[in-house]
């Protein structure tokens, strides 16, 4: 099935095409699908978005005007298109919707202006692209007619199912959970259908819960691969690197986990040579075959705690894995770096490795505890003897790298990984899992941290390399954080007593706010409320991130906030678009003529000249590397990226649920993190997990809420609740399908607060 996102992505951005060539582009061989498409074409040219002449040729609207967005719904009912160009959001009423639902992609048009602080208002003219397909719902009888209502408050419109599906429900309401299917979106007056796919339950367990979530944020369907034959990659112009002894780091705890890359590190000329051994998977794959399509409708690896759902099929991961003693074909970033850190060369050549050494965090752990010069050799690490120098030299190395990215604006902050379990990977960060823009504080402990970071580094010289032979590529990028962003932080910062400093313009850097709280007592509480206001990446063409050409040729600016994955690609199919740019650059880039003395490997090596003036692709090659890298693919990466976060984060919190209902009706203690007018917010501890104490539960006086103090003051005891405040709560309700803690102050606090109002004489203090 096509979508009109997929209708305007074929089309040229300029010239046309035929609409039977666009019916061949989108392999509609069905008649009944060629009919649809001719009923999207008349509605898009009539909404102006496409024209047709009289020949038939479609092409894009010279005249559009129209602005592409998702639509973002609030459970109150208030709508805004959240613009892709990250220009202000464009407010929707609601019988201007369209019948677009929460997170849909769509086309916006702008009917009135913003002005002083009123958003610009707009009107939905079609929806591009469906986020859900299924839904978590409840039924309800209407009339003669059963209606399933979506569990997700955010979606507006009700679906009709059939009568004989209802014959599977239950007829109590707290086991009225369905999983919908919807067949048909609402239009015009006709409202959406659907049907009854299967009852669930949250009394079935940790896979009953799984279930329920893989549901919520649509990642049901999960189609075998295709069976096809694997590629075998080059074997001519590969450096033969199977003596060099690399080294493998054991992230995950289950077998069915990603692939990772393998290093090996060595002392030279004073310096440090790094190899990151990445496996090529782009060698083995066909762009544009039945298996390539596979694996871009997944776009991502995804951890549902003790499984995955890989990208790569299991074939490809056996085939491209590294695994100790086995030759496999790689592509290595050799960099040469001086005693503090900085790059003095790189080279990138495709290469065969025969890693010798697995390491896990047993390993880490001992050679961090051992004492620095001994000689003995604990039995832990017996087992990779022969790897301690090379892991020795690794980590050195890391600790340098680490300290150069912070030093130039990364940032890192502490994970909250909740004490509690069945959580299994999901305490393991993925390495090329970029957190909203931050990274976990390094550990040299961690294989993943350790991967984190050297990939991370890895991808900023891809983003250098291919800046400077001027190459199209898929980046991610973010915005430098701005220091009025920081203001609430500080705030609350000094409200927990944290020194900060500013500078003589009363500003404080991002980073320099992060190294101020690394000592405050408050720390964990004051990181969560930066998380809150760290721009996160997005996947962007290279061709519109404008860096002077002199800071990607100057290596004491490294683009932090521009990089060029490429080292994950058993997790991110981004990677793998770079990797196969990579290959084609390394494999048949065209070398210039002042190329005399035929250096081997000259394109894979750095190039420190201000321009390129000879043609490295053919111009086929140029047009497959910009339909890999175009607006549409870009998109779907994006929306398939946030999908996988949202359910990485849903059932993170699904589990904390979980672990918070075992104390329903117990008195806890827990940390106040935020206070508004209606209640403040507590953190319960081991598990992290956020309630609400609501204002009208606090019976014992009439409270008041101080936004400057951002606090809550009783008008008559005076009693203060404050964020890093310490309160004894009573968990009241958990409700695990709206992910909300319903809690209450201890009663013998709500006691104390009522005795502190009765002076000696009896009266009370204040008005009455």
């Avoid at 009953?208 to 112009?237: A, C, F, H, M, R």
């Avoid at 990208?311 to 086995?326: G, R």
């Avoid at 940032?411 to 509690?420: G, K, V």
């Avoid at 539960?697 to 964020?723: A, C, F, H, M, P």
């Amino acid at each position: 099935m096509f979508t009109v996102a997929k209708i305007l992505e074929m089309l040229p951005s300029e010239g046309g095409v035929e609409q039977k060539t666009l019916e061949k582009m989108l392999k509609l061989t069905k008649k009944v699908d060629r009919t649809r498409l001719e009923i999207a074409v008349k509605a898009l040219n009539k909404l102006e978005i496409i024209e047709r002449n009289s020949q038939n040729i479609l092409k894009k609207s010279a005249n559009e005007n129209s602005i592409r967005a998702s639509i973002r719904c609030s459970s109150k009912g208030y709508c805004f298109a959240v613009r892709e160009d990250e220009e202000e959001d464009i407010y929707i009423r609601e019988n201007f919707l369209n019948h677009a639902w929460h997170g849909d992609k769509v086309l916006v048009r702008i009917n009135r202006e913003g002005i002083r602080r009123r958003s610009p208002e707009g009107q939905v003219l079609c929806v591009l692209q469906r986020a859900k397909a299924n839904l978590l719902a409840s039924i309800e009888k209407s009339g003669d007619n059963f209606l399933a209502k979506p569990l997700d408050e955010r979606i507006l419109s009700k679906i009709e199912i059939p009568l004989n599906d209802t014959k599977i429900l239950k007829t109590s309401e707290e086991n009225n959970i369905v999983h919908i299917k919807v067949n048909k979106y609402p239009i015009a007056q006709k409202p959406a259908k659907g049907e009854v796919v299967r009852k669930l339950s949250l009394n079935d367990g940790p896979e009953g819960d799984l279930e329920i979530i893989k549901t919520k944020y649509n990642l049901i369907e999960d189609n075998s691969p295709p069976n096809v034959s694997i590629k075998k990659p080059l074997t001519k112009q590969r450096v033969n690197l199977e003596k060099q002894p690399s080294i493998i780091f054991q992230t995950w705890s289950t077998d069915q986990s990603p692939i990772v890359p393998c290093f090996f590190a060595e002392p030279n000329e004073g310096g440090i040579k790094l190899f990151i051994h990445v496996p090529t998977v782009c060698e083995r794959i066909n762009f544009g075959s039945k298996l390539d399509e596979w694996i871009r409708n997944r776009s991502k690896s995804i951890c549902f705690g003790d499984t995955w759902k890989n990208l790569l099929s299991n074939k490809l991961i056996a085939e491209s894995a590294f695994q100790v003693d086995k030759p496999s074909s790689s592509i290595t970033l050799e960099l040469d770096m001086n005693k503090n850190g900085d790059i003095t060369n790189w080279e990138f050549y495709l290469s065969s490795i025969k890693p010798i050494s697995l390491i896990n965090r047993e390993h880490l752990d001992t050679l961090h505890k051992r004492k620095k010069g001994s000689r003995t050799i604990p039995a832990k690490l017996k087992s990779i003897k022969t790897s301690i120098s090379n892991l020795e030299t690794i980590l050195f190395i890391s600790e340098l790298i680490n300290k150069r990215l912070t030093e130039s604006g990364l940032i890192q902050l502490d994970q909250d990984i909740p004490d509690i379990n069945n959580l299994y990977d999901l305490s393991i960060t993925p390495p090329g899992l970029d957190l909203d823009g931050w990274m976990p504080s390094f550990s040299c402990t961690k294989p993943e941290s350790i991967i984190n970071l050297l990939t991370k580094y890895s991808n900023i010289i891809l983003t250098l390399h291919f800046k400077s032979l001027d190459i199209e590529s898929i980046n991610l990028t973010k915005p430098l954080q701005e220091n009025f962003q920081v203001n609430d932080i500080i705030k609350s910062a000094l409200l927990l007593d944290t020194k900060i400093t500013v500078n003589e313009e009363g500003l404080l850097s991002f980073n320099d706010l992060v190294s101020a709280i690394k000592a405050s007592p408050h720390k964990h509480l004051i990181q969560k409320l930066a998380k809150n206001y760290i721009t996160d990446y997005r996947f962007s063409n290279s061709s519109i991130n404008e860096y002077p050409i002199t800071d990607f040729l100057d290596l004491k600016k490294l683009p932090l906030y521009n990089e060029t994955p490429w080292t994950n690609p058993g997790t991110n199919y981004s990677d793998i678009i770079n990797q196969f740019i990579l290959c084609k650059l390394l494999s048949e880039g065209k070398t210039p003529k002042l190329n005399k003395d035929k250096i081997p490997n000259f394109l894979g090596k750095r190039y420190t000249k201000l321009t390129v003036d000879w043609s490295i692709f053919t111009n086929t090659q140029k047009s497959l590397i910009t339909k890999m890298c175009s607006e549409g693919q870009i998109a779907d990466l994006n929306t398939k990226r946030n999908q996988a976060k949202s359910f990485r984060d849903g059932l993170l919190s699904f589990i904390q649920l979980r672990s918070v209902e075992q104390n329903i009706n117990q008195t806890i203690e827990g940390t106040i993190t935020g206070v508004q007018s209606y209640g403040f917010f507590v953190e319960i501890e081991p598990s992290f997990a956020e309630g609400l104490v609501h204002v009208s539960s606090l019976d014992d006086d009439w409270y008041e809420y101080r936004s400057r103090q951002n606090l809550l003051v009783g008008r008559k005891n005076k009693k203060t609740y404050q964020i890093g405040d310490k309160v004894s709560i009573s968990i009241l309700k958990v409700d695990l399908l709206r992910n909300q803690i319903d809690l209450d102050i201890d009663n013998k606090e709500k006691q104390s607060n009522s005795d502190s109002l009765i002076v000696n004489d009896g009266e009370l203090k204040g008005n009455s």
